[in-house]
C-alpha cells in the first residue's frame, strides 16, 4: 500500500515550458487535491476533486488546469509555466471521515 | 481577512519549556480543526485532531473555543525533536472540505 505517490519529486523547467504533475493514490479515496506551499506559506489549495471525472477550483487555481480521468489518479498541468510557479507542490487524499494521506511532494523551480 | 491566522514565528524557546500556539479562523461554518507538524518542507503530518472538550496526547495538549473561533497548541517540557513548523488547519463545507491552512508557525528548541 504506497498511500499517496506523486511524480516528479523534482523538476526545473523554463518559462513557458509546460508540464504535468502526476499524483496516484491506491487507497480508493474519492477526494483528492492538489496544494502549493512557498517560503513562509501555509498549504494553499489550487484545484480539488470530490470524484471521478469532476474538478474544482480552490484558493489559487490560476495558471493550472487539472483532470481526473480515473479515480486513482490526479493531474496537475501547468501550460506555461511562469517564475511565479516555484514551488513545493503537495498532493492529498481523503477519506470520508477525513483523514487525509499528503504525497511527499513535487520541488520545481522555474527559471 | 485570511480564513486561518496564526501567532507569527518563530518561536525559540530552550528543552523543557513550555510553549503556546494560537490561531484564530474566520468561518463560523468551520467543522473540523487539526494541528498538523511539518518538517523541513517535508508533507505535513498530523499532529492532533482539535476537539471542543479540548484533547491531550503526552505532551501536547489542543483546545477549541467555538465561540471565540480559536485554537491553540500546547507543548510541555519542549524536546529538540519538537523543533518543526505547526499549522493551524480546518475544514469548512465547501472547496470538498479541503483542508484550509494557516501560514504556519516554527518552533525551534535548542539545548
Known amino acids: 500500500n504506497a498511500g499517496v505517490t506523486q511524480t516528479p519529486k523534482f523538476r526545473v523547467l523554463k518559462t513557458g515550458q509546460s508540464m504535468t504533475l502526476l499524483c496516484a493514490q491506491d487507497m480508493n479515496h474519492e477526494y483528492m487535491y492538489w496544494y502549493r506551499q512557498d517560503p513562509g506559506m501555509g498549504l494553499r489549495l489550487i484545484h480539488y476533486?470530490?470524484?471521478?471525472?469532476?474538478?474544482a477550483k480552490g484558493e489559487v487555481p490560476d495558471g493550472y488546469n487539472v483532470s481526473r480521468l480515473k479515480k486513482q489518479n490526479f493531474l496537475l498541468g501547468l501550460e506555461s509555466a511562469a517564475p511565479s510557479q516555484t514551488s513545493v507542490y503537495f498532493c492529498?487524499?481523503?477519506?470520508?471521515?477525513?483523514?487525509?494521506?499528503f504525497g511527499s511532494g513535487t520541488r520545481l523551480t522555474v527559471v | 481577512r485570511k480564513e486561518v491566522e496564526q501567532d507569527p514565528g518563530p518561536f525559540n524557546v530552550p528543552e523543557g519549556a513550555t510553549v503556546a500556539f494560537n490561531c484564530t479562523y474566520s468561518?463560523?461554518?468551520?467543522?473540523?480543526f487539526f494541528w498538523y507538524r511539518q518538517d523541513c518542507r517535508k508533507e505535513p503530518k498530523l499532529l492532533m485532531s482539535?476537539?471542543?472538550s479540548g484533547n491531550e496526547d503526552g505532551r501536547f495538549t489542543a483546545q477549541l473555543n467555538r465561540a471565540s473561533q480559536y485554537i491553540s497548541l500546547l507543548i510541555r517540557d519542549s524536546k529538540l525533536s519538537d523543533s518543526a513548523t505547526y499549522l493551524c488547519a480546518v475544514i469548512i463545507n465547501q472547496a470538498g472540505t479541503a483542508l484550509i491552512f494557516g501560514k504556519g508557525t516554527t518552533l525551534s528548541v535548542s539545548s
Open positions: 476533486s470530490v470524484g471521478e471525472g469532476t474538478t
Open positions: 482539535v476537539y471542543s
Open positions: 492529498a487524499s481523503r477519506t470520508v471521515n477525513y483523514g487525509y494521506t
Open positions: 468561518n463560523s461554518a468551520s467543522q473540523s
